[in-house]
């Protein structure tokens, strides 16, 4: 039901935030997020608090909170309880899923709202990794990863939105040999909700990066709705990676900013696409420690780069610096992000181990990527801010729905729900 124009829309295993992002930008009011993750929450929240301020002309607030002048407290001060208690930092479970539709009701009695228009959200990939390696796993009791996609089903059961937005891996078509995929798209139209699915690359909606995702839409039996057309983004493609990193000033290994200044104006593609804005600061450009081995590692394959534009396997490191006995698992365990390339790899949480996948192509650094890098990536504004510790902050940034990508999303739905 719309308030003040706006269609509401809660988000289930909402991380930090991407779909959100995406959404707010393209008018959408958030119900509820529910989030199991501590600092992921605070993510969520502190943007939250960022969009009210912004829409209350209160942004230098914000900016104060940035620069580290007052503390996420008194941050949080500034904003009504309401609109923080938008997150719902829990678990989804069968012992708790009727509390927190309790919660969203009330969420919605404050905010007004009679019906619920759209649900997103996607549960946890790596349940899907591990189920396509075993025999008939989803079955298996003791893996309660398995029926996250049957509590989600509650939800739809419960609130009826007019449309759903699923997004995983594209792991999950294939998972317990396509069986699991069936059992998905029964449950969904069991609920009274026609499916439809595409894979879909997020570089072909701006972002810098090669990411494929599944993105499944479903749609209330009762509405003439069918899967949008997505315009391919054609204009990103005459941009390269190192738009990313012009104007960040160079880092050492173990180096953190975490508010300071640029180095140069923004370039075309952070312009353009809203990533870097003339009021915002610089905030965690922050990178991980790394021992003079893999220094070394990083130096031999940023050369492989830049003179043949190569990317060595594990087995061609010079000897005295291998330390894996395996070559053939760790075949691929370096590379680097490509300045030249239209896109990077896929940025995934394993950044929040190590950095080994993501080296920065400049020789004189000799690093993985930083936070704020990393977050550019996958298309998330300057001015967004992730809470918690480093390694936290690298696994909210490679598990989110780049918000480009996201909003583009957002933005179809809106149009056939006004339509």
């Not at 993750?37 to 230098?60: C, F, I, P, V």
């Not at 990939?125 to 989600?152: E, F, T, W």
């Not at 997004?167 to 969904?188: C, I, K, M, R, T």
Request: charged share 30%; with cysteine.
């Amino acid at each position: 039901m719309k308030e003040n124009g706006k269609i509401s829309y809660i988000e289930l295993f909402a991380g930090a935030g991407g779909f959100a992002e995406g959404f707010v930008h393209a008018g959408f009011l958030p119900v509820a997020y529910i989030e199991m993750d501590k600092h992921a929450s605070l993510t969520l929240k502190t943007r939250l608090a960022y969009h009210y301020l912004q829409r209350k002309g209160k942004e230098d607030i914000y900016t104060e909170y940035l620069k580290r002048k007052i503390s996420r407290e008194e941050l949080y001060e500034m904003v009504p309880k309401e609109v923080l208690n938008t997150v719902i930092n829990d678990e989804i479970t069968e012992i708790n899923i009727h509390s927190l539709l309790d919660l969203i009701q009330h969420n919605m009695k404050q905010k007004k709202i009679k019906n619920v228009d759209v649900i997103v959200g996607g549960p946890p990939c790596q349940a899907y990794s591990v189920i396509g390696r075993a025999r008939d796993p989803y079955r298996m009791k003791n893996d309660k990863r398995n029926y996250l996609y049957r509590l989600y089903v509650k939800f739809l059961q419960k609130l009826k939105p007019k449309i759903f937005v699923f997004e995983n891996v594209p792991g999950l078509l294939s998972a317990g040999n396509g069986q699991l995929w069936e059992d998905v798209q029964e449950y969904f139209s069991k609920a009274g909700y026609i499916v439809y699915s595409r894979v879909l690359n997020a570089n072909d909606f701006g972002v810098l990066q090669n990411r494929k995702r599944i993105i499944v839409i479903g749609f209330r039996k009762d509405l003439n709705f069918e899967y949008p057309e997505f315009e391919q983004d054609t204009n990103a493609k005459k941009f390269k990676v190192q738009e990313v990193f012009l104007d960040l000033p160079a880092l050492k290994p173990g180096e953190r900013i975490y508010s300071g200044e640029y180095i140069r104006e923004p370039s075309e593609y952070l312009r353009s696409y809203g990533i870097r804005n003339k009021d915002d600061i610089l905030t965690l450009h922050i990178t991980r420690n790394h021992n003079e081995r893999d220094r070394k590692i990083y130096k031999f394959y940023i050369e492989a780069w830049i003179k043949e534009k190569r990317r060595p396997e594990y087995d061609e490191i010079p000897e005295v610096l291998k330390t894996h006995k395996n070559r053939k698992v760790f075949r691929d365990r370096f590379k680097v992000v490509a300045p030249d390339l239209p896109y990077s790899q896929t940025v995934v949480a394993h950044l929040e181990k190590d950095g080994h996948y993501f080296i920065h192509p400049d020789i004189n650094q000799l690093r993985s990527i930083s936070v704020r890098e990393a977050a550019r990536l996958q298309s998330f504004p300057d001015n967004f801010y992730f809470e918690g510790p480093m390694t936290s902050m690298f696994r909210q940034i490679g598990n989110a729905v780049p918000p480009l990508m996201a909003r583009k999303i957002a933005e179809k739905i809106k149009e056939m729900i006004d339509a």
